[in-house]
């Protein structure tokens, strides 16, 4: 494998996970190398994937090659003395309905895989729970008896379920911010904020840098495209990545309610996609792994501005403040609380938002240079499960600049790899809605 070297000016578009983490990694191994890195707001941007109140740190993946790196990843977020403020290792519980089918095939999977890693020294015996008793008691307490079917008017959806005490949750938000200003402290980085990117400046097959929307260009020797689930505005990924959005909903909690809950672990459905986090800073929060939303745009070209492209773009609580979450979103957000956590089920949001991703059919990165223009390598297709890889992504993004990622890696994570998931990041069947037919406002 040939070794290319940093070149002396590299632009990142995102201030996301990927692109801070690189810039890092970067100013790490490369000093003289000079960094620009743009975004559309100033970090934490309130609208990117990677900021939000809480996000899940786990290594418990069926798929070694990630269950590998996510290891690294957590054990460095521990080891951080500023991250690791921000850290609570309370457990995850994986709930199943039990009934046949890909769902029920993915659960018994993934704790087969806690068990081997529990075998091998890596993490410890997953806690079983066998009933729907089991399951509610684990968030609500020995002597809690689960609601009954009659009040539910449907089956029970949260039947056996495992709790794997070695996973954790994270403070996205703050975390976000403390690798901001870490980069701020680089010499060798500086921020362009507040302006987006419009395209990349391309001259023949070579990429020059940037052309921002109010018509200033940055030159460097290679872009970084890690614009999130806005990167298809940026490069031509026809069907590589569809960027769609998930629900996620916040309730406020009583003092009382907090400590009564203050010790459950993130609790999660495989076949629902409802998540719950434990409190935090005096709410709980919810989401869904839906088959979630899209919002179809007709945008120029990325590569050539004289034809057009369809596709999916962020429309977010930073472009539409007033959005709620369609509906249909909200009452199965419900129907889940009503089962597991009947206490808020008719209890008013205390604010909701569709977080967007973009999202890979394998849900495999991708970390590669791009196919047909030089100059620019791309690092998105988080996925749903990006996150928790912030303290190493950013080395194996400079790892593939630098031509040296490990194989492995970099045919996972090479550009025009589809496939099917593997259940990294699992989400319910169906396909994504689209937003305008089922939006709802505030107002
Ligand atoms: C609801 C939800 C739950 C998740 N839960 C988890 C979890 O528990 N654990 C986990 O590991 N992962 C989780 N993920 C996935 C994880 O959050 C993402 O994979 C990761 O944050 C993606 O980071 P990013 O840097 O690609 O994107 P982003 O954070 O969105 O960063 C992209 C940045 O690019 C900027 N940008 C875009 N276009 C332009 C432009 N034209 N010009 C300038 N700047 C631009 C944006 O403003 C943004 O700041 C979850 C995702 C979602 C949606």
């Not at 840098?209 to 990924?237: F, M």
């Not at 009583?254 to 609790?267: G, L």
Request: with cysteine.
């Amino acid at each position: 494998m040939s070794s290319k070297p940093v070149p002396q000016s590299v632009i990142i578009i995102g201030a996301g996970i990927f692109g801070l983490s690189t810039a890092l990694a970067i100013a790490r191994r490369h000093p003289s190398t000079k960094i620009t890195i743009v975004d559309r707001l100033t970090p934490p941007v309130e609208d990117g994937t990677s900021v939000d109140t809480t996000r899940c740190i786990r290594a418990d993946y069926g798929d070694p090659l990630y269950a590998k790196l996510a290891e690294e990843a957590q054990k460095k977020i521990e080891q951080d003395p500023e991250l690791s403020r921000f850290y609570f290792k309370q457990g995850m519980s994986f709930v199943a309905e039990g009934t046949p089918g890909p769902m029920l095939d993915l659960y018994k999977k993934n704790l087969a895989a806690v068990r081997a890693r529990a075998a091998q020294g890596l993490g410890g015996d997953p806690i079983e729970m066998k009933s729907p008793e089991a399951v509610f008691q684990s968030i609500h307490g020995k002597t809690a008896q689960p609601v009954s079917n009659a009040s539910l008017g449907r089956r029970k959806r949260w039947n056996i379920g495992y709790r794997n005490m070695d996973d954790a949750f994270i403070d996205a938000r703050e975390s976000v911010r403390i690798y901001y200003e870490r980069c701020l402290a680089q010499p060798s980085i500086v921020f362009r904020c507040g302006v987006p990117v419009d395209r990349l400046a391309v001259s023949g097959q070579q990429a020059t840098g940037v052309i921002l929307e109010n018509g200033q260009t940055l030159s460097a020797d290679l872009t970084l495209v890690a614009a999130g689930a806005w990167s298809n505005k940026l490069v031509y990924l026809d069907d590589l990545i569809v960027p769609s959005a998930i629900e996620v909903a916040w309730i406020k909690l009583t003092d009382e309610e907090v400590v009564k809950w203050k010790n459950m672990s993130i609790t999660t459905n495989f076949d629902t996609g409802f998540n719950l986090f434990p409190p935090y800073r005096g709410e709980i929060k919810c989401l869904r792994r839906s088959a979630g939303y899209r919002n179809t745009v007709l945008i120029p070209h990325p590569e050539d501005p004289s034809k057009t492209i369809r596709t999916s773009l962020p429309r977010t609580v930073v472009t539409n403040p007033t959005d709620q979450i369609p509906l249909e979103a909200e009452k199965a957000l419900r129907d889940n609380l009503r089962e597991m956590m009947p206490q808020l089920a008719d209890r008013p949001f205390d604010r909701t938002k569709l977080c967007w991703l973009s999202q890979t059919p394998s849900a495999d990165f991708i970390i590669a240079p791009h196919p047909r223009i030089a100059g620019v390598h791309v690092a998105t297709g988080g996925s749903a499960h990006a996150w928790k890889f912030l303290p190493t992504i950013g080395d194996l993004v400079v790892d593939s600049m630098e031509g040296k990622l490990d194989g492995k890696l970099a045919a996972k994570w090479a550009f025009g790899t589809k496939g099917t998931s593997e259940g990294n990041a699992p989400r319910i069947g169906g396909a994504a809605q689209e937003l305008a037919h089922v939006v709802r406002s505030r107002l």
